[in-house]
C-alpha cells in the first residue's frame, strides 16, 4: 500500500510539526548511520528545532572538529579566519582603550603629567573641579537626607515624650482627685 504524495509546505499546527519533525530527524539520522555503516562515509548531522534544541549525529570513526578541518582541506577555506581577524581588531581596540583609561587614571591620581601640553592640563583641572563639584554635591546631598531622618526621629520622639507627658499628668490628675 503506498502512501499519497505530500505537498511540501510548513505545517502550521505546532504539535504536528513538532511530531513530524522529531520523525523525519530519527529517519534521517537513521540513513546517516546506514551511510556510514555501508559506505564507509564520514557524516555530521547538525539540526536545531524550532524550540531551539540541538540535535546532532557524527560518525562514530571522527569527531566535528575532525569534519570540519576536512571540510576545510577539500574546499580549500579557512572557516575561521575572519571570526579570528574581527576578533582580533576587537581585542586590539579593547587594549587600546584600556591603555587609554589607565593613562587616564594615573594622570587623575598625579602621575604621567609630564607628557601632557597646557591644553590637556588645563581640561585635566576642569575634569577635577567638575568631578569635585559631583562629588561635593552627592555628600551634601547624602549629608542632607541624614539630617532630615534625624529631624524626623526626633520629632518622632518629641511626640512619644509629649503623649507620655500628657499621659503622666492625666494619671496625676486623676490619681490626686481620687
Not at 576536512?70 to 575572519?82: A, G, H
Not at 534625624?150 to 482627685?177: C, P, Q, V, W, Y
Request: glycine content about 4%; some cysteine.
Amino acid at each position: 500500500m503506498a502512501r499519497g504524495k505530500i505537498q511540501i509546505k510548513k505545517i502550521e499546527n505546532q504539535t504536528n510539526r513538532q511530531v513530524t519533525y522529531s520523525k523525519r530527524r530519527n529517519g534521517l539520522f537513521k540513513k546517516a548511520h546506514e551511510l556510514t555503516v555501508l559506505c564507509d562515509a564520514k557524516i555530521s548531522i547538525i539540526m536545531i528545532s524550532s524550540t531551539q534544541k540541538l540535535h546532532e549525529y557524527i560518525s562514530p570513526t571522527i569527531t566535528t572538529k575532525q569534519i570540519f578541518d576536512e571540510y576545510q582541506n577539500i574546499v580549500r577555506t579557512d572557516l575561521w579566519s575572519s571570526h579570528y581577524e574581527k576578533m582580533q581588531e576587537h581585542l586590539k581596540k579593547l587594549k587600546e582603550m584600556n591603555m587609554n583609561l589607565r593613562k587616564d587614571i594615573r594622570q587623575r591620581s598625579g602621575e604621567s603629567l609630564n607628557d601632557l601640553g597646557y591644553e590637556q592640563v588645563v581640561s585635566l583641572i576642569e575634569d577635577i573641579d567638575n568631578s569635585l563639584a559631583f562629588i561635593r554635591e552627592r555628600k551634601y546631598k547624602a549629608l542632607g537626607n541624614k539630617i532630615e531622618n534625624t529631624k524626623k526621629k526626633l520629632r518622632n520622639a518629641e511626640d512619644i515624650h509629649k503623649s507620655l507627658m500628657l499621659g503622666f499628668m492625666r494619671d496625676m490628675t486623676i490619681h490626686n482627685t481620687v
